[in-house]
């Protein structure tokens, strides 16, 4: 398939984004010049830079095959690195289940993307009491849906976390199967925003909830 041509939405009955790349002609000469200016702006990780990794056909939602393994590839060369990155064991354990894009009836049809993945808590991301750790769960939580917002919308929504705030609720032991949902809020230039809710699927309790803020990184500052 074509990166030039994929639509980003896969279903027929979905609007016609195009793909990440931004299109030659715009509607308007406002819209033109703004992607313009991103298509001159140096991006700190861009998605369609990384190598194909893992397989994305078994993840559902309505982004198209293309858009959801270049999600895919963002989260394992930049969320799981190599075997000598922190959290590596943990990230590639991560399974996402779904990956969606669709217009918020609240914000005016303005577009909001959701991922959901899926993790078996294992030994290894447990404290001293035999619980998942509020670090590991942090780690967990940093995943946003903002790259596929950011895909949809010919913005990189691959940032820095700027800031974090999580609300613990309720422990989770070894075996225990999470679902992790997080939507985006909001999308500028450079700010972006996502909430995050994590679920133990064997009991059903709320594990943590959390709100985050991320950022593209000025390139000469890193």
Same mark, same amino acid.
């Given at each position: 398939?074509?990166?030039?041509?994929?639509? *980003? &939405?896969? !279903?027929?009955?979905?609007?016609?984004?195009?793909?990440? =790349?931004?299109? %030659?002609?715009?509607?308007? $000469?406002? #819209?033109?010049?703004?992607?313009?200016?991103?298509?001159?702006?140096?991006?700190?990780?861009?998605?369609?830079?990384?190598?194909?990794?893992?397989?994305?056909?078994?993840?559902?939602?309505?982004?198209?095959?293309?858009?959801?393994?270049?999600?895919?590839?963002?989260?394992?060369?930049?969320?799981?690195?190599?075997?000598?990155?922190?959290?590596?064991?943990?990230?590639?354990?991560?399974?996402?289940?779904?990956?969606? *894009? &669709?217009? !918020?009836?609240?914000?005016?049809?303005?577009?909001?993307? =959701?991922?959901? %993945?899926?993790?078996?808590? $294992?030994? #290894?991301?447990?404290?001293?009491?035999?619980?998942?750790?509020?670090?590991?769960?942090?780690?967990?939580?940093?995943?946003?849906?903002?790259?596929?917002?950011?895909?949809?919308?010919?913005?990189?929504?691959?940032?820095?976390?700027?800031?974090?705030?999580?609300?613990?609720?309720?422990?989770?032991?070894?075996?225990?199967?999470?679902?992790?949902?997080?939507?985006?809020?909001?999308?500028?230039?450079?700010?972006?925003?996502?909430?995050?809710?994590?679920?133990?699927?064997?009991?059903?309790?709320?594990?943590?909830? %959390?709100?985050?803020?991320?950022?593209?990184?000025?390139?000469?500052?890193?």
């Amino acid at each position: 398939m074509s990166s030039r041509s994929s639509p *980003v &939405y896969a !279903s027929a009955a979905s609007p016609a984004y195009e793909s990440y =790349t931004p299109s %030659a002609s715009s509607s308007s $000469s406002s #819209s033109s010049r703004e992607n313009h200016l991103r298509r001159r702006i140096p991006a700190w990780v861009d998605p369609e830079s990384l190598a194909n990794c893992g397989d994305a056909s078994q993840i559902q939602g309505n982004v198209s095959p293309y858009v959801k393994q270049l999600i895919l590839n963002t989260f394992i060369a930049y969320g799981a690195g190599d075997e000598h990155c922190f959290g590596h064991s943990v990230a590639k354990a991560v399974k996402f289940v779904d990956i969606s *894009v &669709y217009g !918020s009836h609240e914000k005016q049809s303005r577009m909001e993307a =959701t991922t959901v %993945a899926e993790i078996v808590v $294992s030994k #290894s991301m447990l404290n001293g009491a035999g619980m998942l750790h509020g670090g590991c769960l942090a780690f967990l939580i940093d995943n946003t849906p903002l790259v596929a917002l950011g895909l949809v919308r010919n913005i990189n929504g691959v940032g820095v976390t700027q800031s974090m705030n999580i609300m613990f609720h309720s422990p989770a032991p070894a075996g225990s199967c999470l679902r992790i949902t997080s939507t985006s809020v909001a999308m500028g230039a450079r700010i972006m925003s996502a909430r995050c809710e994590v679920v133990n699927e064997t009991t059903g309790s709320v594990v943590a909830s %959390a709100y985050l803020n991320k950022m593209q990184p000025k390139i000469p500052k890193l």
